[in-house]
């Protein structure tokens, strides 16, 4: 159980495109969704926090009118980079938890290559 | 800030060996730990974790010792096997409502044949 998926699991796209990333909660219903960013040989950066229904929490010096956040329903939330830039390459992780649990539930991760 | 950190950032032991990762910590009200191991291209996997109420964890090969007098969490893992080659990232409950974890810097652990 508490299996977390993302997609794509690699993306690659051109300077000032927009790229969606999706998490998704494939047996449980994730009230709170965390997006985290992951440079090379470096540790997770929380980007936001987003409960079901609601606007994202952004940690400071994350930018949300270019890391979109949508949670619309229990299972599914998703990371929007717009106009994206190579020094927005990196490797996207998201993680989910239940209401009631403490724990969050990791997914794949998604790497991102801006050209 | 308060932070989480890691004394060591790479770990090499023989295979068979036991192995210990270390972490410290700075928030005193945190309340709830947790051990990842992350492979290359992966997202991090849950090893272990412990409460604030508790100096002692144990799970399958790994055990988590918390030292709440100086602010240290180590993971110990016995019987090192080739597949235990990764980066360890401890991490920090923040509190509040949302939850919200911070993560150490990560050992990169090594085992040698």
């Known amino acids: 159980g508490a299996v977390v998926s993302q997609h794509p699991s690699r993306v690659i796209c051109k300077s000032g495109t927009s790229v969606k990333i999706e998490c998704r909660s494939l047996?449980?219903?994730?009230?709170?969704m965390f997006w985290y960013r992951q440079f090379p040989k470096q540790s997770l950066m929380l980007m936001a926090t987003s409960n079901e229904g609601s606007k994202a929490t952004y940690e400071q010096g994350v930018e949300k009118d270019k890391f979109l956040i949508n949670h619309a329903s229990l299972t599914l939330s998703t990371l929007t980079v717009t106009s994206a830039h190579p020094e927005d390459s990196s490797f996207y992780i998201c993680?989910?938890?239940?209401?009631?649990?403490?724990?969050?539930?990791f997914g794949p991760g998604t790497r991102l290559l801006v050209l | 800030g308060e932070s989480v950190g890691l004394h060591l950032p790479t770990l090499s032991v023989q295979e068979g060996d036991n192995s210990i990762i270390n972490c410290a910590y700075s928030n005193s009200a945190s309340d709830y730990f947790i051990w990842y191991k992350q492979e290359s291209g992966k997202g991090p996997q849950f090893i272990i974790d412990?409460?604030?109420?508790?100096d002692k964890r144990q799970g399958q090969r790994v055990t988590v010792l918390l030292n709440k007098t100086v602010k240290h969490l180590s993971l110990q893992i016995a019987a090192t096997q080739p597949g235990d080659s990764a980066v360890y990232f401890c991490?920090?409950?923040?509190?509040?409502?949302?939850?919200?974890?911070?993560f150490g810097s990560g050992t990169q652990l090594t085992v040698l044949p």
């Open positions: 047996d449980f219903q994730a009230t709170t």
């Open positions: 412990i409460r604030s109420n508790m």
């Open positions: 991490a920090e409950n923040r509190g509040g409502s949302a939850r919200q974890l911070t």
């Open positions: 993680s989910a938890r239940g209401q009631y649990s403490v724990s969050q539930y």
